[in-house]
């Protein structure tokens, strides 16, 4: 095959054993890779009984067409497994270089069950498997450790995926970190790396799978390397982040909970104001002109290196405006201690957020918080909180948890404090403003997700207005609908946004629908086309869907947190909120243009339609 390797690792930690599966031309081109490899192993090897801390859970590792060939947006991978923090399916993707690497080590993805009785790590080097002892590599934060696994191997070349002390500690928001700064953040999946007492997988590989056209797809790269300016300037000149007044005026910027609270210090943690007082230079993935990753370095009142990177928007929002801070050092710092502990930043503030609304309203006191003012805008306050959090001592045992089960704990009111969709929390986007991400955080499969969703506010954009009509949208629905129209835009979107997710390929390319058929032709040789391409998309959320259904979860599970169908306290918002009836009407609507029943249950002619009949069997009677 091109593109490929045609080969899947496999490992057994209890057994201490690994192995090799080869796979046919025909499960790739059907799955293509990412969430597509990670959905299909999760519902054929898992069940509802699976503990996702458990050794039965699997922890995959999936590349895919694109990963590690040469053409921007390639330094893309995924990585899933039943998710610690939702109970359901649970996925995420990252950049860097790790994914490339693997595929150059000649893997297409790594598949992970059991549990080691004692710390290991996981060495992959040009085809060979070898699992090795981590004990005195547990405990150790993430930068240490890659230095220490780079040492032991003699190769500062070695990329490293690995959780910090937080997946060791299984908080339940522990990311996996890859490259030290690239994460795959959301779902919990560091703690069910540590519930393995997986440490890493480090790897090395020197032979980068042919392709069919290389000069196509030098032809794409060098189109892209040639607009960068044109058509990505903010993201290459200062990443994401760099529009956070607009997104206060407009009312997106959660502040305080997402309270919509007045935060006249914007400007303050602006990208651009962070990369002024503290940027030292632009970071970039595999094969990437865009170079959109921050590096900052502080020398006080705290100490921040930049082998941790910085902060992106989501950190700059979940630590800074939605805990009322606007002290940029601190927000540094925490995204430091996030990187080195391994845990989602996204999940971390937010869970902070709730803790300090908690603390307003009583329900937390000193006594519970070791003695700290847990207050909005608090920023020493929430610097400690979130080292607490990685050690799980004192407070942070509990907000270890996440929102969901801390406020389940509290009790008195605590519940409509967490603002999380599946016991995920809420992405720093706000779904009063965009009424379409509100239908998509609340069917997400992996709880709230801003990246698989659509974006209300952008579609009106010249880039994403080219997308939608090459799918044949042709008229634009308004911001504040959510009709039909809006429905039907969000379903064609969203599969389109999907496609990332299973190509992998990295959703800031300004690539439309004809450029990503063109470099799947170019990589693979396939007669692929835009119908194919999106189907498998459609597949992978289906399987995504029955894996929940499996698991219990119901329609009702499908709804966002009280708070966003009331107005903001201030600003844009303060008149507006989501109408619940009419979020329920799009639901519906969602479900059956998905093939799926009015209970979300995808239905036996859409698996046989999507060529996955063998799933049948894991609908529920």
């Known amino acids: 095959m091109l593109g490929y390797n045609g080969r899947i690792l496999r490992v057994d930690l209890s057994e201490g054993k690994t192995w090799i599966e080869e796979p046919s031309e025909e499960f790739y081109r059907r799955y293509i890779g990412g969430r597509g490899f990670i959905s299909y192993f999760l519902l054929r090897e898992t069940d509802s009984k699976t503990d996702p801390l458990g050794p039965e859970n699997l922890l995959i590792f999936a590349l895919g067409a694109v990963t590690g060939n040469p053409i921007p947006g390639a330094g893309r991978h995924s990585v899933g497994a039943i998710s610690p923090l939702t109970g359901g399916y649970g996925e995420a993707e990252a950049g860097g270089y790790w994914g490339a690497e693997l595929k150059r080590a000649g893997f297409d993805a790594i598949i992970i069950k059991g549990s080691s009785e004692k710390p290991v790590y996981l060495w992959i080097n040009d085809g060979r498997a070898e699992i090795r002892d981590a004990s005195h590599l547990w405990g150790m934060k993430t930068k240490e450790a890659q230095e220490a696994i780079r040492k032991e191997l003699s190769d500062e070349g070695i990329r490293v995926a690995q959780i910090g002390p937080a997946g060791e500690k299984l908080v339940r928001f522990a990311c996996i970190m890859h490259d030290i700064t690239r994460a795959a953040g959301r779902a919990g999946l560091g703690a069910v790396m540590g519930s393995k007492k997986l440490k890493a997988v480090a790897v090395r590989g020197s032979k980068p799978p042919k392709v069919a056209n290389p000069a196509k797809l030098r032809e794409i790269s060098r189109w892209l390397a040639q607009n960068v300016e044109r058509l990505v300037r903010s993201l290459h000149l200062y990443g994401t982040g760099a529009a956070m007044d607009i997104g206060l005026q407009t009312g997106n910027l959660p502040v305080n909970n997402f309270r919509g609270d007045p935060f006249p210090n914007v400007m303050d943690i602006d990208a651009r104001t962070l990369k002024k007082k503290y940027g030292i230079r632009m970071d970039t993935c595999f094969a990437c002109p865009v170079a959109c990753k921050k590096v900052v370095k502080i020398e006080e009142p705290w100490k ?172 634009i629905p308004s911001v504040e609908d959510l009709g039909p129209a809006k429905v039907r835009t969000f379903y064609y979107y969203v599969n389109y946004r999907v496609l990332n997710n299973v190509l992998p390929i990295c959703l800031f390319m300004p690539f439309d629908l004809v450029h990503k058929v063109e470099i799947v032709r170019a990589i693979t040789g396939w007669n692929t086309t835009a119908w194919e391409l999106l189907k498998a998309a459609e597949r992978a959320t289906t399987m995504t869907r029955l894996i929940n259904v499996m698991r219990g979860f119901k329609s009702n599970d499908d709804w966002l947190p009280e708070r966003f169908f009331k107005p903001h306290r201030s600003g844009a918002l303060s008149k507006t909120a989501l109408d619940p009836a009419q979020l329920k009407k799009a639901i519906k609507l969602y479900y059956l243009m998905m093939g799926w029943d009015e209970n979300g249950v995808p239905k036996e002619e859409k698996l046989h339609e999507l060529d996955i009949a063998w799933a049948i069997e894991k609908i529920p009677i």
Do not use: W
């Not at 201690?337 to 307003?360: K, P, Q, R, V």
């Not at 995920?424 to 992996?446: C, D, F, I, N, W």
């Open 304 to 475: 921040v290196d930049p082998a941790y990177g910085g902060p992106e928007y989501e950190t700059l929002a979940s630590l800074g405006s939605d805990c009322g801070i606007d002290d940029l050092e601190a927000i540094c710092m925490a995204n430091q201690l996030c990187n080195a502990y391994g845990m989602d930043t996204i999940s971390t503030g937010a869970t902070i957020a709730f803790a300090m609304e908690c603390f307003e309203n009583g329900i937390l006191t000193k006594e519970d918080t070791n003695g700290l003012e847990l207050s909005f805008g608090n920023a020493d306050a929430m610097v400690k909180v979130v080292e607490m959090i990685g050690e799980r001592k004192g407070m942070g045992d509990l907000l270890a948890e996440g929102s969901k089960r801390a406020a389940e704990k509290l009790g008195k009111g605590a519940e409509k404090f967490a603002i999380h969709v599946k016991g995920q929390e809420v992405p720093m986007h706000e779904p009063r403003l965009k009424r379409g991400l509100g239908l998509g955080y609340a069917v997400s499969p992996t709880g709230a997700d801003h990246c698989h969703n659509m974006h209300d506010t952008a579609l009106n954009s010249e880039r994403i207005a080219n997308e939608l009509r090459s799918l044949g949208i042709l008229e």
